[in-house]
């Protein structure tokens, strides 16, 4: 029974140890490297991310009232590590995540719009470490 109840110790020992180790920052997603975005205008996509309401969900600060409204692009670096192809489809396509919904784009922004708006979003609220 001794050596049961120390083993037992021990074994909480150990998994409390991990559950402190993950409480360690997330870790930083590097951005995927943007291919499409390259070509994008930063300063027309700033307008257009203004105009057409991308900002009411997603707040001028880029954080979606913590998640609550839009992703936060911000801390959520989850989302700007995937590639263009996969965020512009979701910019066009809408994205369901969490319950949270975000209608489709196609009929508010033509294709060179989106990837327009997505090089602002990469350029403004990429984390810089
Ligand atoms: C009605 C609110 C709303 C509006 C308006 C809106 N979004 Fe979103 N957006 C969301 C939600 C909700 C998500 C998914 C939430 C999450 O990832 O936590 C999202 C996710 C995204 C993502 C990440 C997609 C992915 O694959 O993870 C991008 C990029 C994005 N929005 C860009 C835009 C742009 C550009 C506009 C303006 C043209 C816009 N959004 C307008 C609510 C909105």
């Known amino acids: 029974m001794k050596w049961f109840c120390l083993s037992f110790i021990l074994l909480i020992g150990c998994t409390s140890q991990e559950s402190v180790d993950s409480k360690k920052p997330v870790k930083y997603h590097k951005p995927a490297t943007p291919t499409l975005t390259k070509s994008g205008d930063i300063s027309k996509g700033k ?4 105009s057409k309401a991308c900002a009411s ?71 810089k470490n």
Do not use: W
């Open 47 to 50: 307008a257009l991310y203004v």
């Open 57 to 127: 969900c997603h707040q001028m600060d880029g954080m979606g009232m913590k998640g609550a409204l839009g992703a936060d692009f911000v801390n959520d670096t989850i989302v700007l590590s995937k590639t263009d192809e996969v965020l512009l489809d979701s910019i066009k396509n809408g994205i369901m995540k969490n319950g949270k919904y975000m209608p489709p784009q196609k009929k508010i922004l033509k294709d060179q719009e989106m990837i327009d708006v997505l090089a602002y979003i990469r350029s403004a609220f990429t984390k």
